[in-house]
């Protein structure tokens, strides 16, 4: 079944064209990796995938629901209503954790099962204590994220996306912001909630780690995709000339 579908997602800020008709779907049970230059609008795709950013045109589907329709070429968003109910399909963990700093790390996690999604207390409370120890972080429930490391403080934020039983998981370059050490930890996490089927889509810089764990891989360029398919395909042969010079300048 296809989580997720975007037919020529088209995005500008002003004059600049971010996005460039985006056509591509992700597969339930499955990891898609997105790899591409700074710039390349990676990121820009998944704030308007996760509509924390308009689209200008194009279509946007989750879970076979419309989230938005093409209209001669203009998009039009479903109700808010709607929007509400297909938000429940995804969770987005940001880059720079963001986390709530006056909050412990539980209430990080139950917030929104609790407030948003109106979720019983007890049964959220129960759940995000399972998703603490999962992450090796049982004993950090009451702390504040001033007194975790950057490692510890990612671990919650993909607890607390967790925690709202989404569908879809993305991540917007999870280990940019950590050391080398700690973004090993994090990589061994998303590699164990590959194995556990659940659906990704990272944007990323680590090679090998898209290699080892995905299913699919999206090479973007200057708000296109120049090239997809399988690790193998796309890592290891690629066909387009653009996707070659950004592998090669990374082996340096």
Partial sequence: ?????????????????????????????????????????????????????TVDGGELTYCGEKAVSDNDGKAVYASKERLRKIKDYYSLVFQNFNLFPHYTVLKNLMDAPVHVQKRDKGTVRKECMQLLRKMGLEDKADAYPYQLSGGQQQRVAIARALAMKPRILFFDEPTSALDPEITAEILLVLKELAAEKMTMVIVTHEINFARNVSDHIIFMDGGVIVEEGSPKDVID????????AFLKKLEH
Avoid: H, Q, W, Y
Avoid at 30 to 41: A, E, F
Avoid at 237 to 244: C, I
């Fill in 1 to 53: 079944m296809k989580l997720l579908e975007t037919k020529n997602l088209k995005k500008s800020f002003g004059e600049l064209e971010v996005l460039k008709d985006i056509t591509m779907s992700v597969e339930e049970n499955t990891v898609v990796s997105i790899l591409g230059p700074s710039g390349s609008g990676k990121s820009t795709f998944l704030r308007c995938v996760c509509m924390l950013e």
């Fill in 237 to 244: 042969k690629p066909k387009n000339a653009r996707t070659k």
